[in-house]
């Protein structure tokens, strides 16, 4: 069993920037970032395994970083210049695989944080 706990978001105003965190306790592997904006699906944004190896969407693309701290067992989002698109609840996830999948699908995430809201005012 792995528990989730994400903290960091907040109103930011465009060009502006956040740091995420994201607590976990239990066995964690591939961890993920997620986000959720309001009437549209959830949609993978960055993912890292534990050697530090990570990918991440061409939307975010350099402008968020995805980083962990494997002693702490902490995942953390960098994000840097924000946009009004950006607007979003962002969710951390994990499952127990080696390597992070090829594809964004939320299903092959097995464990889920209750989400941390991100508004980005223009």
């Known amino acids: 069993q792995v528990q989730l706990q994400e903290s960091g978001g907040g109103s930011v105003q465009s060009g502006g920037s956040l740091k995420l965190s994201c607590a976990a306790s239990?066995?964690?592997?591939?961890m993920a970032w997620f986000r959720q904006a309001p009437g549209k699906e959830r949609e993978g944004i960055a993912n890292?395994?534990?050697?530090?190896?990570?990918k991440y969407k061409d939307s975010v693309k350099a402008r968020f970083t995805i980083s962990r701290d494997n002693a702490k067992n902490t995942l953390y989002l960098q994000m840097n210049g924000l946009k009004p698109e950006d607007t979003a609840m962002y969710y951390c996830?994990?499952?127990?695989?080696?390597?992070?999948?090829?594809?964004?699908?939320?299903?092959?995430?097995?464990?889920w944080g209750q989400g941390t809201q991100v508004t980005v005012s223009s």
């Open positions: 996830a994990t499952d127990l695989r080696y390597e992070c999948p090829l594809s964004w699908t939320s299903s092959l995430y097995r464990w």
């Open positions: 239990g066995d964690t592997r591939c």
């Open positions: 890292i395994e534990s050697d530090g190896a990570s």
